[in-house]
């Protein structure tokens, strides 16, 4: 909650350069777009985010390419396979991948690629609790509806940090992890603080500025 409740506001405003929430926004932006860019504009944004991702995220963008590595493959093998166009092998006749396909199925995992890159680095600039306080941003509409939006970003924060610990537990860990969850005795509170500001000028600027670039790149 923003006060008297499981979120208090930290009493010192930390400085940062974008809102927490024009970050989320701007990634959500990228990712409505993206189905629209094509070869040009992906090959732009890749050598844009290239510099930034061997600075900032390189770690994080490898451990989400291994983690959807399964998801890249079957999207490509789809494209390929079941795009109708010239045959790339002749002797597998129908179940020979197209040159159209191929090409699809490159390209769709090409974007899903950027989008997991652009995650990466808006985790790497965006610490747990601005992050945070970027959904408790972004949650105000549901406040105006009657919605307890500190349960709402409570709950997706512990879903997202629980996933992330749940990453690096090993094979059939996971069954002791959730026993001890289910039957743990006693209600543990741990109050977190975080910085509730709004979205100032720079934010506004930024977001309108990226709705014309990524508009103009799908244009």
């Given at each position: ?21 024009s970050r989320i ?140 610990q749940a990453i ?52």
């Amino acid at each position: 909650m923003a006060r008297g409740g499981w979120f208090a506001p930290a009493p010192e405003i930390l400085p940062m350069i974008l809102h927490p929430a024009s970050r989320i926004l701007m990634w959500l932006f990228f990712a409505l777009f993206l189905p629209w860019l094509h070869l040009t504009a992906l090959s732009t944004i890749t050598l844009l985010q290239l510099p930034l991702l061997l600075t900032l995220g390189r770690s994080s963008f490898i451990k989400q390419l291994r983690r959807m590595r399964w998801l890249l493959l079957s999207i490509f093998l789809i494209y390929a396979l079941a795009t109708p166009g010239e045959n790339l092998v002749e002797v597998l006749g129908v179940f020979s991948p197209t040159r159209e396909g191929v090409g699809a199925g490159a390209m769709q995992a090409w974007r899903l690629g950027l989008l997991l890159a652009g995650l990466a680095l808006l985790l790497a600039a965006t610490p747990g609790k601005q992050l945070l306080s970027g959904m408790y941003t972004l949650l105000q509409p549901w406040g105006w509806l009657g919605a307890t939006r500190d349960r709402i970003a409570a709950r997706i924060w512990l879903t997202l940090y629980y996933a992330e610990q749940a990453i690096h537990l090993k094979p059939g860990a996971w069954r002791d992890k959730l026993r001890q969850a289910l039957f743990a005795e006693g209600d543990h509170e741990h109050p977190v603080s975080f910085e509730v500001v709004p979205l100032a000028r720079p934010d506004w600027l930024m977001l309108v500025l990226t709705l014309t670039v990524l508009g103009g790149l799908a244009l």
